[in-house]
């Protein structure tokens, strides 16, 4: 069974740091690209960011370059979203997905973590 | 980015009628679209990729349709498990988008 849990989440101030991490099991981590998706509350859905299975290509939405970086351990079948200079607006739950196959940027998202909530107090 | 509209916002029908949700795309994605249910306090479950394929365990009642810009969800017979809010998202171009979501109430 495909297991996705985040950890990490919490209260920061605006401008902060905060790292968030997502344990993988049930599947063969090191074959997949891996992403976050995140949730503002009562809101949509918004990609955030994506790595391919070999952590050779990672990209960002536009609202969270520069600030958030994204990696992966395939020794270890994590996932981390590293995220600085954050902003009322990064307020949200954060879900670790699966891709369907290595490469990040044709994905839909077969399996979804329950999510970690950041919350940037202004 | 390619802006994906789902209509209506909300579609309230009760138990054992079909339910017809829409997504239009602002471009074509050919068939590389995807729909998602979501539960209060849960995570997007995917149900249907690539148009009109299931995904793993969804049961028959749910079908998807549509290429290009125009998409379609059907719900063939509502099961009270059913009543949640869907989302569209496309994977043809980057940025990866979802659309706005439609929820669906009894």
């Known amino acids: 069974e495909v297991q996705l849990v985040e950890s990490g989440g919490g209260l920061v101030r605006r401008g902060g740091s905060l790292r968030l991490s997502c344990s993988a099991s049930?599947?063969?981590?090191?074959?997949?690209?891996m992403h976050w998706v995140r949730q503002a509350p009562g809101r949509g859905l918004e990609h955030v960011s994506a790595i391919s299975s070999d952590s050779g290509n990672k990209y960002y939405a536009d609202s969270v370059t520069g600030r958030f970086t994204i990696s992966r351990d395939n020794s270890k079948s994590m996932l981390y979203l590293q995220m600085s200079a954050l902003r009322a607006e990064d307020t949200a739950l954060y879900f670790c997905v699966k891709g369907p196959w290595p490469g990040p940027t044709h994905n839909y998202f077969d399996y979804w973590g329950q999510g970690s909530l950041v919350t940037v107090s202004s | 980015e390619i802006v994906l509209t789902q209509s209506p916002a909300t579609l309230s029908l009760s138990p054992g009628e079909r339910a017809t949700l829409s997504c239009r795309a602002s471009q074509s994605v050919s068939s590389y679209l995807a729909w998602y249910q979501q539960k209060p306090g849960q995570a997007p479950r995917l149900l249907i990729y690539d148009a009109s394929n299931r995904a793993t365990g969804i049961p028959a009642r749910f079908s998807g349709s549509g290429s290009g810009t125009d998409f379609t969800l059907t719900i063939s017979s509502l099961e009270p498990e059913d009543f949640a809010v869907y989302y569209c998202q496309q994977r043809n171009n980057w940025p990866i988008t979802f659309g706005q979501g439609t929820r669906l109430e009894i």
């Open positions: 049930g599947f063969s981590f090191s074959g997949y690209a």
